[in-house]
């Protein structure tokens, strides 16, 4: 089936809709450094990974306080669930065996980005050693979000409104029949969000004529099969909160049994009744002190994240300074343990890691998982077990997204979405969104342009040069 421009009947019913900043981005790049509300950072590149970020921190009142050392994804597995034979030995490995830097693209026109665009060239190497850049690997770009935060006073008749802006860092890569998105958000209220957006094409096989192929397979078009399949993507955090010895909890909702019966964390179980109207409960904070006891999954019905921090610094409510890692959407390993796809492919087991920093262990499937038997990386580092207290740490975050295919993904999947989200913890004494003016205050003096108008303005390219308005 046809999916390209002109091969179909394309809906006539949309307007133009233009992203117009007639004094530019409120962003400033100087070489690879860049500066964005409040936040700063380096933008780097492998082959390997592609996007790579450092030094990302946050300038608070004059002070750079440093968060991440270091940030990509590391690793993917993609593990199909069949056991045709066609399909049972997949597990493609696109960061380690397929170098997903390799495979990323020079961003397209008015399609990859909208509006007011700063793009990143990508240097790698060919395979005979020479230079090989690619251009317009990375689009750096401001979006407007929604509403950041709003309060209505009755009494007063008063309201104040802010809208969200988040400046986006993305690559693109297409790796054999799929496409990637990584995109990594910054807010205005201090937290960072990564995405991952898949899209492409189903791997697709015939099947029977009238033959029921639900369950390991699903139909997308008249004897076509696609797959049941998952993707996992392993991100390398290595944290810095103000500083590299860090340690890291777990934190989950505790209920309380009514009545005197059970504990409280502010009073003693065998005095006052803790819960005498059966509401009660509080969110119970664990340090996790070894490698094997941070071998943790996601538990949203219990509210779970994880968090960050520095024992070394406090806030002024003598707390320690930290993030959160909060979870949304993720998914559990369906592979069985002695699959090859575990031997291989172990990190995906869990979907918190952490590790001691170490600058031999960058990658969580090993250094070279092409053919490799496993087991690897993560699983094999974490035997030994090592001490995470007050500790350089480095945390591995793993983003699962089950794919139960559809006759709606074919022929091009819509993009299916997949996040994680790192917000301050008491890293800030306040709202860090109280000082984003309102849109009538940044919009004042200005005038709209015309259609016309932004049609004669062209953006500037990383390197100065005239780019594409994407």
């Not at 930290?322 to 559990?332: Q, T």
Request: net charge negative.
């Amino acid at each position: 089936m046809a999916y390209r421009e002109e091969d179909i009947d394309l809906r006539d019913d949309i307007k133009p809709y233009d992203v117009v900043q007639p004094d530019g981005p409120s962003f400033e790049v100087d070489g690879h450094k860049v500066e964005w509300q409040n936040w700063e950072f380096r933008v780097g590149w492998t082959q390997r990974e592609g996007l790579v970020l450092h030094n990302v921190g946050y300038n608070d009142d004059g002070e750079f306080r440093k968060i991440l050392h270091r940030a990509s994804m590391a690793e993917m597995s993609v593990p199909y669930g069949t056991p045709d034979q066609n399909d049972r030995f997949k597990n493609a490995m696109d960061a380690g065996e397929y170098n997903i830097g390799r495979m990323a693209k020079s961003l397209e026109k008015r399609c990859d980005c909208l509006g007011y665009m700063h793009y990143f060239d990508a240097v790698m190497n060919t395979m005979d050693g020479d230079v090989n850049v690619l251009p317009n690997a990375v689009c750096m770009h401001e979006e407007d979000y929604g509403l950041l935060w709003e309060r209505s006073d009755w009494r007063t008749e008063s309201a104040e409104s802010r809208r969200n802006r988040r400046l986006v860092v993305s690559f693109i890569a297409a790796v054999g029949n799929y496409d990637y998105g990584f995109y990594w958000y910054f807010y205005q209220d201090g937290s960072v969000q990564v995405q991952v957006r898949l899209t492409g094409i189903d791997n697709v096989s015939a099947a029977p004529k009238n033959k029921d192929v639900k369950g390991y397979s699903e139909l997308v078009a008249p004897q076509l099969k696609a797959p049941i399949h998952q993707h996992f993507f392993n991100f390398r955090l290595d944290f810095d909160i103000d500083g590299a010895d860090n340690n890291v909890y777990e934190v989950e909702n505790e209920t309380v049994p009514t009545g005197p019966q059970g504990f409280s964390p502010h009073a003693d179980p065998s005095g006052d009744t803790p819960n005498p109207g059966g509401n009660a409960f509080y969110a119970d904070e664990r340090q996790l002190e070894s490698e094997q006891e941070a071998q943790r999954l996601i538990n949203p019905l219990e509210g779970r994240y994880w968090k960050v921090t520095n024992p070394n610094k406090t806030n002024r409510l003598d707390n320690e300074v930290g993030y959160r890692i909060e979870a949304y959407e993720n998914v559990k390993a369906a592979q069985q343990e002695d699959s090859s796809v575990m031997r291989r492919s172990g990190f995906v087991n869990n979907h918190l890691w952490v590790t001691p920093h170490d600058e031999e262990e960058m990658f969580p499937a090993g250094d070279y998982p092409n053919q490799a038997e496993g087991p690897e990386g993560l699983p094999v580092w974490t035997e030994a077990d090592r001490d995470l207290d007050n500790e350089d740490l480095v945390v591995w975050y793993t983003l699962g997204k089950n794919h139960v295919t559809r006759p709606e993904d074919w022929p091009v999947l819509p993009v299916q979405m997949a996040n994680v989200k790192f917000t301050p913890d008491n890293f800030f004494d306040r709202s860090e969104a109280l000082d984003v003016p309102p849109e009538h205050a940044i919009n004042e003096g200005h005038t709209i342009p015309s259609r016309d108008e932004f049609d004669d303005e062209t953006p500037q390219s990383v390197d100065g040069t005239a780019g594409d308005d994407d």
